[in-house]
Each structure stands twice: as structure tokens, then as C-alpha cells.
């Protein structure tokens, strides 16, 4: 059930003949559980780390040993550690918390901080994959691997350039964006060729999945009919992609361009493409035939078994489902109030849904509550700023999913940085705003045309999720 969404061009119409979003009468109480029975009260390092409260103690116990799992590394076959060996041949981490630290979001490389991790590049080449997906490159794959265990080369590493944007708010206030390019550098099997595409993406945070996985399909494809029906520009589209589990196709809802059906397809995804490790859901190594070294590199398992077994993999599926959400904070606050009124009045609230509900699920916190994640799950064309021109599944080369709001304003807290958008090219959620194109134009105007009390209490908002 759709609890209140907001999908608008000139006037605010609500789903389901529901209250609109920012009409709400839902008390601070309400406003604050931004995960329902999932939140928690944490504003600390570990905010986005915590369990959801209420389950039982089997579930705890589960938790406990996902977290294990999710952060202990994994290292080169054969090892007297046989329990966590098989990495790579080639991979971009040694484990999941490499790149969702504290199980946020990661950044891309600085000047400061070269090392950062949490961005790759995903790889395509003209046309699809048996599934309609996208088409991997005959020598470097669906993504590049820029490390790899002694004795095989990695495929090559990240070259990112940046050029400076400059202009002004309506007011005359100057700001600059930064934005990036892509290119491999050194790549180790021959030219990359000239019809290479590129799409960057940071790791995205973790926690919440479990409940925006509890959200129906149904409830999903009612937000995008109504945003179709409305006369404005906002018009949102599911992703119909490839589920490797169910071989069948599914909605997509997970990744940057909703690219992927499930939390588990996103986990076993993640072990293969940036681990090298293989599971019951990708059983084959992801070297491409040219890459000898890395085909005649020994795995972490024997013949016929995967690298992680069915029950590890479990435990990291449902610790990363079993997340909880941070409440949201200064609810009532007048700053924070204030720019939750002009959230509503710029329509940030048509993609960025506030109020929905899940379904029933297995692990009871989860199941039919109303949750406050600030998103639709759906694609939308963000123009040409943002662009990467790579299909992916049904998404085109300029649409991305909206992306949950939830928990984005304690990332400095967690994470240490405040990079955002689906790159980490801005430093800043007014920068993130102000790369907002295509469908979100009007609302990246009206922002531009705040002056700056008004933009202040915007952002106080979105620190306040």
C-alpha cells in the first residue's frame, strides 16, 4: 500500500486517493521512525550498523554472524584460512565493508585521499547480453578489476579528469561543481577500443534494503502509472531486468539504475563482481578467455562447490536486509520544517517519495510498516549533466533510480565525507540539487531561485533524514 506519494508537475496528486505527502498528520513520533518498527535512535559512527530491533533471538544470532561476514576480508587460495579463501583472481576489494564502510556510502579518490575506496567502472560494449542486459567487453568484462592476487594481472586502473562548472544562484550567490570523466589507465589485454562504455558508481549505503526489498511490486508500478497519468514532467519507469535465482525476469529495484531484483542477487552480485568470490548464484569466475593468468589462478574451492557456501551467503543476505534505518531528527525544529515545506513545493517530493509501506516479509520489523525512504525505487531521465550513455537492462544512458533519502544527512558521521550522486562527483547535498536535469529541471530551477535562508532550510531538511 502506498501511504502518501506526491507525483506532480503542476499540482500535488496523491496515490490511491491518499493524503499527499507534506500533508501528512502523522506525529513527530511518526515523522521520526523512518524505518517503522526498524528504526533506530543512533546518530553515532555506527548509525547505519545496527540491528532491527524485535527480532528473534534466532535472527540476532544470524545478524551477528553476517556481520562477521560482512566485514572480514578474504584472501588468496589456497590458504590455511580455507573458510575465507578465494579472492579474486581479479577483484576491486578484499570485502564488503571495503567499500560500504560501516555499511554507508563510499566516495571516489582525492587529491587527499587517493585510496578511497568504493568506486568502479562498469564496462559495456554495442548491443545486449542473452538476457537483454548490458553487452560485457570480450576482454575486460562487465566491470573493471583494478587488483588482483599475485601473479595475474589486474585489468588496468581508474583515470578520472575534472573540469569546473561555475554559476549563480538567482540571487547572485556563485557556486562551482566539479565534473569528472573516466578512462582506463594502463589496461593489461589491448586497447579498451572506441566503443567502450563507462558508468561510474560509488557503493550506495546498505541498511533499510531489507525494507525497501518488503515493498510490492504492485505498489511500485501504481507510483509509476500515477506519475504517467500526471501532466508534468516527472514520469518514472520500472526497470524490468534478468533474475539470476528466479530465471525469469523481475522488477529491478537495487543498484544505480534499479539493475537488480533482490537483496541476494545484490550480494551474490557484489561477491563475484568486486571479490572474486563465487556462490550458488555465480558459480564461474569472472575471467574473461583472454586472461590466462587469471583462468589458471587455483579457486577457493573444490571442484564442483563455490568459494562461499549457500549458508555464508544467507547470513550476508539477511544481515544486509536486517539492517535498521537512523531515525530522523529535528522534526518540529522550525529550520527543518520549513525546508520540509519547500521540499514539497519544489516537487523533490514526486521522485523522492516521503511515506510507503511494506508488505509482509519474513522478519517481522520489516513487514507492514510505514516507512519514510524518500524514494519512488523508479528510473527517471536526470538530463544530460548526469548522463552516462549505458543502457542497462530497460534504463537508458540518462536515467538513474531514485535513490532513498533516508539516513543521507549522518553520512559525514559515518563515513567521513559528504559525497553524493551515483559518482560522488558532488561535495555537497546543494551540489547534488544542482546536477539535477531531465525530469527534475523545474525543481533544480525553483532551488536555484531560493535565496539563501530559504536554500539553508532546504538543506537543513535533508540533513535532518
Known amino acids: 500500500m502506498i501511504v502518501a506519494a506526491s507525483c506532480t508537475g503542476g499540482g500535488h496528486e496523491a496515490a490511491r486517493g491518499e493524503t499527499p505527502a507534506g500533508t501528512s498528520d502523522a506525529t513527530p513520533a511518526e ?8 528504526t533506530v535512535h543512533n546518530t553515532g559512527a555506527n548509525a547505519f550498523a545496527q540491528s532491527a530491533p524485535g527480532m528473534t533471538r534466532e535472527q540476532r544470532r544470524a545478524f551477528v554472524v553476517g556481520n562477521n561476514f560482512f566485514n572480514d576480508n578474504w584472501v588468496t587460495a589456497p590458504a590455511s584460512t580455507t573458510a575465507r579463501d578465494g579472492l579474486g583472481p581479479v577483484f576491486n576489494a578484499q570485502s564488503c565493508s571495503s567499500c560500504h564502510f560501516k555499511d554507508g556510502r563510499g566516495s571516489p579518490p582525492t587529491e587527499q585521499d587517493p585510496a578511497a575506496n568504493g568506486l568502479l567502472l562498469r564496462l559495456s560494449v554495442p548491443g545486449t547480453d542473452p538476457h537483454g542486459g548490458p553487452n560485457p567487453h570480450p576482454a575486460y568484462g562487465d ?15 581508474i583515470r578520472i579528469t575534472e573540469r569546473e562548472i561555475t554559476g549563480t544562484f538567482d540571487d547572485g550567490t556563485p557556486y562551482t561543481l566539479i565534473e569528472p570523466s573516466y578512462e582506463i ?23 533499510g534494503t531489507g525494507l525497501l526489498e518488503a515493498i510490492t511490486d504492485e505498489d511500485i508500478e501504481a507510483i509509476a502509472a500515477t506519475q504517467a497519468a500526471d501532466d508534468g514532467p516527472i514520469s518514472g519507469r520500472t526497470n524490468r531486468v534478468w533474475s539470476p535465482v528466479e530465471q525469469r525476469t523481475a522488477l529491478g529495484r537495487f543498484g544505480w ?16 563482481g568486486d571479490i572474486g568470490i563465487t556462490s550458488r548464484v555465480h558459480a564461474t569466475q569472472n575471467c574473461t578467455p583472454v586472461q590466462l593468468a587469471c583462468l589458471a ?51 523533490c517530493s514526486s521522485c523522492h517519495v516521503p511515506e510507503l509501506r511494506t508488505g509482509t516479509t519474513d522478519i517481522e520489523p520489516l513487514s507492514d510498516q510505514t516507512i519514510r525512504p524518500y524514494t519512488d525505487l523508479l528510473l527517471h531521465d ?19 533510480r531514485t535513490p532513498p533519502l533516508w539516513g543521507i544527512g549522518l553520512t559525514k558521521q559515518v563515513n567521513r565525507h559528504t559525497r553524493f550522486l551515483h559518482d560522488g562527483r558532488a561535495r555537497n547535498l546543494t551540489e547534488a540539487v544542482l546536477w539535477h536535469g531531465g525530469e527534475a529541471e523545474e525543481s ?5 531561485a531560493l535565496d539563501e535562508s530559504d536554500r539553508d532550510a532546504l538543506i537543513t531538511f535533508l540533513n535532518s533524514l
Open 31 to 38: 515523522l521520526e521512525a523512518s524505518g517503522g518498527a526498524a
Open 297 to 347: 589462478a587455483p579457486p577457493g574451492a573444490a571442484p564442483g562447490e563455490t568459494e562461499i557456501t549457500d549458508s555464508k551467503l544467507d547470513r550476508v543476505v539477511f544481515y544486509t536486509r536486517a539492517l535498521a534505518v537512523p531515525a530522523r531528527r529535528d522534526v518540529g525544529e522550525t529550520l527543518a520544517d520549513e525546508g520540509a515545506d519547500l521540499f514539497e513545493e519544489l516537487s
Open 185 to 207: 589507465a594502463d589496461p593489461a589485454f589491448g586497447p579498451v577500443g572506441d566503443d567502450l562504455m563507462v558508468s561510474p558508481r560509488v557503493a550506495p549505503p546498505v541498511f
Open 257 to 272: 539504475k534499479a539493475n537488480v531484483a533482490t537483496v541476494e542477487e545484490q550480494s551474490a552480485g557484489a561477491f563475484l
Open 143 to 157: 566491470q573493471l578489476q583494478d587488483s588482483a592476487i599475485n601473479g595475474v594481472p589486474a585489468e588496468g586502473s
Open 444 to 448: 533544480q530551477r525553483g532551488f536555484l
Open 382 to 400: 536526470m538530463g544530460e549533466g548526469l548522463a552516462d550513455g549505458r543502457s542497462d537492462f530497460e534504463a537508458s544512458g540518462s536515467e538513474w
